[in-house]
């Protein structure tokens, strides 16, 4: 069973940045594509970024510019630099690992395991 577990949430004000990780266990991260979601309260999960095994990346038009996601296969750990945050992406973020990369890929169904989440806000 594929672990993940996010870090990196916290509090920052508009425009701040904050860099999350996700620490994969019980697998390589090399060998599954892996994404970040968000959720706010009352709201649905939405698709962040993603990248695949062979390293090509997907972005929600929202954060495009402004989110970078990578990982260090030899860490074992998928990354999202969030640079020029909005108080509007306050939300529990995620990181997911699946087996499947289309042009759906930031859609949460292809996603197979999840991490608990960690939180971040953005205040105005």
């Known amino acids: 069973q594929v672990q993940l577990v996010e870090s990196g949430g916290g509090s920052v004000q508009a425009g701040g940045s904050l860099r999350l990780s996700c620490a994969v266990s019980?697998?390589?991260?090399?060998?599954?594509?892996m994404g970040w979601f968000r959720q706010a309260p009352g709201k649905e999960r939405e698709g962040v970024a993603s990248i695949a095994i062979d390293g090509r990346t997907m972005y929600a038009d929202s954060v495009k510019g402004r989110f970078t996601i990578s990982k260090d296969n030899d860490k074992n750990t998928l990354y999202l630099q969030m640079n020029s945050l909005k108080a509007e992406e306050t939300a529990m973020y995620y990181c997911a690992a699946g087996t499947v990369w289309d042009r759906f890929s930031l859609t949460s169904g292809k996603y197979t395991y999840w991490g608990q989440g960690t939180q971040v806000t953005v205040s105005a």
């Open positions: 019980r697998a390589t991260v090399s060998s599954y594509h």
